[in-house]
C-alpha cells in the first residue's frame, strides 16, 4: 500500500508539472508533439539488454555466495580473522573479503553487530570498503567484462586495496569514538536492571532456536535471503544499463570529447554516475567496459572502485547505523582517496 501511495504521488506531482507547463506556454494537449528516434530507440534498448545479459550471470553467483554466507558463517569467524596490529589489521581486513565474499548491501548490518562485540571502528569500516570489490566473484566479473584488457581486474584489486589501506589507517588516526548512532544504548552497562535477566532470557532463547535450525532449513533460509538479495539489486542492475543506453546513445561523442577521456572531468563524472547508479560489484564492470571507446582506464578504474564503497543505496544503509558527522566526513575521505589514489595510478602507469 505504501509503494501504490507513493507511486501515485510522483504520478500526481508529475500530472502538475505537465499541467502548469501547458498553462504558461498556452498550449493544448493535441498540439504536443514528440519526435523519437526510432532506430535510437531500438540502439538504446538493443544496448541495455546486452548488458544486462552479460552482468546477469555474476550478480546471480554472488548473491549466492553472499546469501550462504550470511546464513552459515558466524560472525565470530571474521574477527578471528583480524590480527591486532593496526596496519596488519587494516591489510587483513582489506583481504578477508577473498575468503569471505560478501555483497555490499549485507556488510552494514553485519559490520555494525561486529563494533557492537568489540571490533574496532577502522576495521569495521575497511571491511565495509574492501570486500564487495577484492574477491574472487568480481575480479572473474571485471576479467570477463574486459576481454581485450585482462590487466584491469587487477589494476582494480591493487587501487581498491590501496584506497582502503589509506581509509582504515586515516580512520584509526581520527576517530576517537564509536560513531554508531545509539551506541550507549548498546553497551551492556546502560541495561535497566529489571529489563537485563528478560533480555538475557530472550538472548538465549534466540540462541538456542537458531542452534536447532536443521541444516536444510538453513539452506532454505539462505535461498529466501538470495532472493530478496537478487531482486533488490537486479532493480540497480536494470536501470544502471538502460541509463548506460540511453547516455550511450543520445549523449552523443562531441559531449564526451568535451569531458575529456583522461582529464579531472572525466574522473569526477564517472565518481558520480557509480553514486547515481548504484550498481552491484559484481556486475558494475559490464557498465564500465562499456564506457571503454569514450573514456581511457583512469576514469573506468574510478567508476569500479568508487561505486561499491560508496552510493545512493549504500548511504541510505550507512544513515541508518553510523551518527552523521561520520558519514558526511567518511564520505569525503572515500572520495578524495579514490580520486587521488587513481590520479597516481593514470599517471605513473600510463
Sequence with gaps: MNGLLRIGTYATAFICIAILYLIFTNQSITELQFSIDQ??????????????????????????????????????????????????????ASLIGVLLPLCECGMVPVVRRLIQKGMPVYIGITYILASPIINPIVFASTSMAFRSQPEMAMYRMVLAFAVTTLIGLVLYKTVKRNPLRNSGAAGHEHVNHHQAPHDHKS??????????????????????????EFMDMGKYLLMGAFITAVIQTWAGREWFADVGPTGLGAHLFMMAFAYIISLCSTSDAFIAASFGTMFAKGPLLTFLVFGPMLDLKTSFMLAGVFRKSFIVRLSLLIAVAVLGCSLLLQTFVW
Design 203 to 228: 538472548r538465549h532463547q534466540a540462541i538456542a532456536l537458531k542452534d536447532k535450525l536443521s541444516w536444510l532449513r538453513r539452506m532454505q533460509s539462505s535461498v529466501y535471503h538470495m532472493g530478496d
Design 39 to 92: 532506430t535510437a530507440l531500438t540502439n538504446a534498448t538493443t544496448v541495455g539488454i546486452s548488458l544486462m545479459l552479460e552482468a546477469l550471470p555474476f550478480l546471480m553467483l554472488g548473491v549466492a555466495v553472499s546469501a550462504v554466507l550470511h546464513e552459515f558463517v558466524p560472525e565470530g569467524a571474521m574477527r578471528r580473522f583480524i590480527p591486532r596490529h593496526p596496519l596488519l589489521g587494516v591489510i587483513a
